[in-house]
């Protein structure tokens, strides 16, 4: 069942600016992960953030997670046009090997 | 990194027949491979958890004779959709995990149409 819920739902942003994407989630975690899923094609793996971390750097990729909030952020700084994609977050099904995603954020970068 | 295919990536199909979509992790074994299903402009919903050599486990609301999957061996993973109808029609995903490790790794999807 779906547990996360992601806001916004569509961000349209230009290029060179930074995208913020927010998911709220429900149950208690070991690990929230974001993926990336281009327009009809499969999901990619982005960052994985575990419980007892606060905060995570991959590259332009910035992630926070606030498990007093049940609540993760993704920023992708200094976009371009190829990030344009919808992401999601998603939380492991108490501890197990499934894993439940949230609603997703549709991002469009313009050049 | 780990590479799993999909065959085939798009099938049109008339209702009441059957297809088979087929997942493989091309360079790793996967004893536990997810079946998930997408309608436009939504998230993934799983569908079962296939595990090699053992029935899967299907969701709540998922009907097990509907959607028929095997994992005969380590590396390939099958889902029938048997007598399709127009409402079957979506984005089918796999996803494969490797033992020890957090992330899944997705095929690329195979998108279903039923006439």
């Known amino acids: 069942s779906q547990q996360g819920e992601e806001d916004p739902q569509a961000l349209s942003i230009q290029e060179g600016e930074n995208a913020t994407m927010n998911c709220s989630y429900k149950?208690?975690?070991?690990?929230l992960q974001w993926y990336r899923q281009n327009s009809g094609r499969g999901l990619v793996h982005l960052i994985l953030?575990?419980?007892?971390?606060r905060e995570k750097h991959s590259g332009r990729l910035r992630v926070t997670l606030d498990t007093s909030k049940k609540s993760s952020s993704l920023l992708i700084t200094a976009s371009r046009a190829a990030d344009t994609a919808s992401y999601f977050c998603a939380t492991d099904d108490s501890g197990g090997n499934k894993l439940v995603f949230g609603a997703g954020t549709i991002l469009r970068v313009k050049s | 990194g780990a590479v799993v295919s999909q065959h085939p990536s798009r099938v049109i199909c008339k209702s009441g027949t059957s297809v088979k979509i087929e997942c493989r992790s091309l360079d790793f074994q996967a004893t536990t491979m997810f079946w998930y299903r997408q309608f436009p402009k939504q998230s993934l919903m799983l569908m079962a958890t296939?595990?090699?050599?053992?029935?899967?486990?299907?969701e709540q609301g998922v009907e097990k004779d509907k959607f028929l999957i095997n994992h005969a061996s380590l590396t390939l993973s099958t889902l029938t959709v048997t007598s399709a109808h127009p409402e079957d029609s979506s984005f089918y995903i796999c996803s494969a995990f490797i033992q020890g490790a957090y992330e899944q790794y997705f095929g690329p999807g195979t998108r279903l149409t039923v006439t």
């Open positions: 953030i575990r419980s007892n971390e």
């Open positions: 296939s595990n090699e050599g053992s029935k899967a486990t299907y």
């Open positions: 149950t208690s975690i070991n690990n």
